[in-house]
Nanobody, 121 residues
Framework: QVQLVESGGGLVQPGGSLRLSCAAS????????MGWYRQAPGKQRELVATISSGGSTKSADSVKGRFTISRDNAKNTVYLQMNSLRPEDTAVYYC???????????????WGQGTQVTVSS
């Protein structure tokens, strides 16, 4: 079984910064794309950014120039550096990873439990 654990969320003022981390553990064979999604109250979950195993990145237009996704393959960890935060960035942020595990034997998506980010003065 594979688990994803997020950390780094919290309360920050507009214009501030936060760095989210997500570490994968378990019977992992390989990890392909990883990403961050977010869900605000009353809204559907939306893509924030993704990164391939080779380091290619994509991000939503709403966060381009402010958020940066990165990963450390040796640690099975993905990061999201968030700068110039705005109140509309307030949401629960979820980590996602596409993983091949020994238990299942084919690629499937796993999700973290979510971490709250609140941007408010």
């Amino acid at each position: 079984q594979v688990q994803l654990v997020e950390s780094g969320g919290g309360l920050v003022q507009p214009g501030g910064s936060l760095r989210l981390s997500c570490a994968a553990s378990g019977s992992i064979v390989s990890i392909f794309d990883m990403g961050w999604y977010r869900q605000a109250p009353g809204k559907q979950r939306e893509l924030v950014a993704t990164i391939s195993s080779g380091g290619s990145t994509k991000s939503a237009d709403s966060v381009k120039g402010r958020f940066t996704i990165s990963r450390d393959n040796a640690k099975n960890t993905v990061y999201l550096q968030m700068n110039s935060l705005r109140p509309e960035d307030t949401a629960v942020y979820y980590c996602n990873a596409n993983v091949v595990s020994h238990a299942i034997g084919y690629v499937r998506a796993y999700w973290g439990q979510g971490t709250q980010v609140t941007v408010s003065s």
